[in-house]
Structure formats: structure tokens, C-alpha cells
């Protein structure tokens, strides 16, 4: 029975998921396609141009491996890519395009541009002296891709600040919208790219403005009748970054004249980069056309930062101010303020002032003592139940069968640590620990906290296991 290609898709998926980071996987192949199988060719759908192109230049040499091994060495791979969206039959205008990866490696070539323009043809949009002008881009030089670490929580967006920063109005983001809550770095992605187009392209006008800014400029503008130069100002950037643009939220008049200004930069091939802290589908009091544009290029979130990701950025910024912390300090504060970026730099900032002024040490104990401002839990006491929540999520075993009677192995393990530490960190009797944990008697918890205590002493690798669930019971 022949392979249809959704199935011949399906096992190359398996088979890429394995080999590449989750993130990545989610951003890049999951809202990919199967279309057709004809012979040894497999034909997939990718969303944009840029998206072809990022896969051909990132992921070019495995898809070649993988399409070949579901299809054999004449296994070829085709894209089919989405061009245009708002097709009038409500079908998306597409093109075929081969991988480079089928057969000798090429370099990823952009769409042609089928009409060539007349240099001698005066352009009568160009306003003349403009582009003469030194426009200060009001950027701040502090936010860069260097100091912006990256995770899980902002790959995409990240990746897409990258995009555009090398390639401004010329890749299929555009425009750029990052979202997000509050402090989790949109104003410093939306500034560092614009930065490092400065960086590498002088001669472009670049401009951020916070959207109240642009609000206030335009209220102005309409009391001292300089319209026309308000609109011809930002009509001439190269680049605009336009921060919180939820603030457009009902004022009608000000969002008719961006969505003026928004059509010009875009059908001229500029850039435009956005900032919210909600979805553009989840933004209200916003006109329907202006909504529409913003979903036209690429809209990626910014999460919260998981743990590693915290302790990175707390390293990184010790490290531009030059100063040492110990690991278990940096741990405990990465470890408890845990949904907010512009927070966790505080704390820290917090910690050090605290340092200075006082002349001492930072060990954890000023750590839990001057941080009790930011951290909602530092006097939390630690129970049973919060014990056997951590071991479980630590083996990733369910809460219910640590209870039960099983005697699996990874089960068994992770009841008899949570009795050992519940018999070092509460001041639960070995009667109550064991009732917690599945009416055992007070017999069975001796047994389990020795049994512990022996593998510790002879098994390298479960001393590890005990000793970082430790480490997390001390950062609670």
C-alpha cells in the first residue's frame, strides 16, 4: 500500500522533531503542510517566502536527509508558498519552488522583481530635502542584540528582529508586531533592531516613537496647522518603531492618519515594527482596517522566561557591571521572581544598592531578607504536599501514584525521596509521613529515608537527583 503524503510528511516530522529544540520545531515546522506526492516528489506548504527562505538556509541539509530516507535516494522536496492571502476567489495566490537542498548546494535566491524602473523617471512621492535631514531616531544605545539573551520564551521574536534587521521592508515581516506583558523586553527587541540597522545601514532614517508621543505630535500638528509636515516627516523614514500601540485605543482621528502613513511606508517598501502588550486580535477599540494591517506580516509574543533563561540574564547583566555574585544568590532571585523581566533586574539592582550601603557581604540571607519587597513568598513553609508536587514534577510522574500501591520503579523512587525529605524539612511525625503518603505505616517511611540515604552514599547519579530537588527546597 503506497504512502500518501500527509503519512510521508507525518514520519519526516517524527523524525525532525528529534533533532532540532521544541521552540524551534513549533515556530518553524509546524505550520507547514503537506500538499501533494507525486512519485518521489513531496510537495509541502510553507506560510510566506521568508518562511521557504529560513528553511532553506537553516534546516536545508536535514529535510534533504529526511525526505530521502521516507522516499529513497531520488526523494525530492518541493514548497509550495503562500504569496498573497487576500486572493479575491478566497483561495491564497501561490507559487512552486524547488529546495536547494535536492541536489548540489545553491545559495537561497529571492523572488525576482518582474517591472524594471526608469532611473530618469522623477519620483513626484519624494519630498525634496528630506532625506538630507539628520533625524535623531531617538533610540536608546543601552538596547542591543548583544545584552537581549535569548530563550524559548522570545526565539521567534528574536529571530524575526534579526530577519529585519538585516533585510528592513525586505523580508515577509513587515509588519513586525512583538507582544507582550509587561517587562518582558518589547520596547528593548523593537529598539535593538532598529540600532543595529544603524549600525550597519548609517544612511537609513530610523525613528522610534512611543505611540502617546505620536498622539501628542499629532494633536499638536492640527493646533498649529503643520499637518502636511507631520504626515511628510514620518511618511519619509525608512524605518518607524512604533511602541504600545494599544494606546491607540479610541482616538479615531489619530489612527486614521497612522493608517495613512502606515499604507504609504508599506507600499513603499519600508519597515514598520509595532509593539503591544496584547494580540492584535485581542486589541480593542481600534479601527478594523487598522487591525488588518497589523496582522499582515508577522505577530510574535514574548512569554515569560523560564528559569534558565532568568539566570542568563541576571549573568548577563552582572557581567556589563562588572560584578560577582554567588550562584546560590543569582539561583534564589531567578528562582522567585519569575514573571517579569524589568522585576528580576530590579531585584538585583535592589540587592546591590542594599550591599553598598550597608557594607556587606550578598550571601542568600541578605538575599531573602532585602528582597522580601519583590518576593511574595520567602517566609512560605514548606509541606508535605509542596514536597511531593516538587519531586514529581522533578521525574515527571504523576501527583496520584506516589499514593498509590505500584511498585514501578521510577514511582517507588520518587515516594521514597519524598519521605526522606519530608522527614528532614517538616516537622511532620514518621506517623503523619507516612499516612500523607498512602496510609503507609511509620516502619515503611524508616525504610525509605535509609534506602535513600544509602543510594546516596554509593550512587553518584541519584545523589544528583536528591541534591537538586534539595536546591529547589531552599530556594522556596
Known sequence: MEKTCTEVWKNCLQI?????????????????????LEGKVLTIQVPSLFFYEWLEEHYVGLLRKTVKRQLGD?????????????????????????????????????????????????????IPGLKKLNVDP???????????????????????????????????????????????????LAQAIGNEIKRNMPDKLVIYVSCEKFCQQFVDSLKNNTINDFVNFYQAMDVIIMDDVHNFAGKEKTQDIFFHIFNHLHQSGK??????????????????????????GLSADLQIPD??????????KMYADGIELPSEVVEYVAHNIDNNVRELEGAMVSLLAQSTLNKKDIDLALAKQMLKNFIKNTSKEISMEYIQKLVCEYFEVPVDM????????????????SMYLSKSHTKSSLKTIGAFFGGRDHSTVIYACQTVEDLIDTDKKFKGYVHDIQKKLKMS
Not at 106 to 115: E, F, T, Y
Not at 147 to 176: H, M, Q, W
Not at 408 to 417: G, P, Y
Open 16 to 36: 525532525i522533531k528529534d533533532n532540532i529544540p521544541v521552540q524551534s520545531f513549533k515556530t518553524w515546522f509546524e505550520p507547514i503542510s503537506a500538499l501533494k
Open 74 to 126: 531520488e526523494g525530492r522536496l518541493e514548497y509550495n508558498i503562500v504569496v498573497d492571502k487576500s486572493s479575491n476567489s478566497g483561495s491564497p495566490y501561490t507559487t512552486n519552488m524547488p529546495s536547494n537542498g535536492n541536489g548540489a548546494e545553491a545559495k537561497v535566491q529571492s523572488m525576482p522583481i518582474p517591472v524594471s524602473i526608469n532611473k530618469d523617471i522623477k519620483n513626484p512621492f519624494i
Open 138 to 188: 531617538q533610540l536608546n544605545s543601552n538596547y542591543t542584540f548583544d545584552n537581549y539573551i535569548e530563550g524559548d520564551c522570545n526565539r521567534l521574536a528574536r529571530s524575526a528582529g534579526y530577519a529585519v534587521a538585516a533585510k528592513p521592508g525586505g523580508t515577509s515581516f513587515n509588519p513586525l508586531m512583538v507582544y507582550g506583558g509587561v517587562g518582558l523586553g518589547k520596547t528593548h
Open 271 to 296: 519597515q514598520v515594527i509595532l509593539t503591544s502588550d496584547k494580540a492584535p486580535k485581542d486589541l480593542a477599540g481600534l479601527e478594523e482596517r487598522l487591525l488588518s494591517r497589523f496582522k499582515w
Open 307 to 316: 528559569l534558565e533563561t532568568r539566570i542568563a540574564i541576571l549573568r548577563k
Open 402 to 417: 506516589v499514593k498509590s500501591q505500584t511498585r514501578k520503579r521510577e514511582i517507588v523512587q520518587a515516594r521514597q525521596i
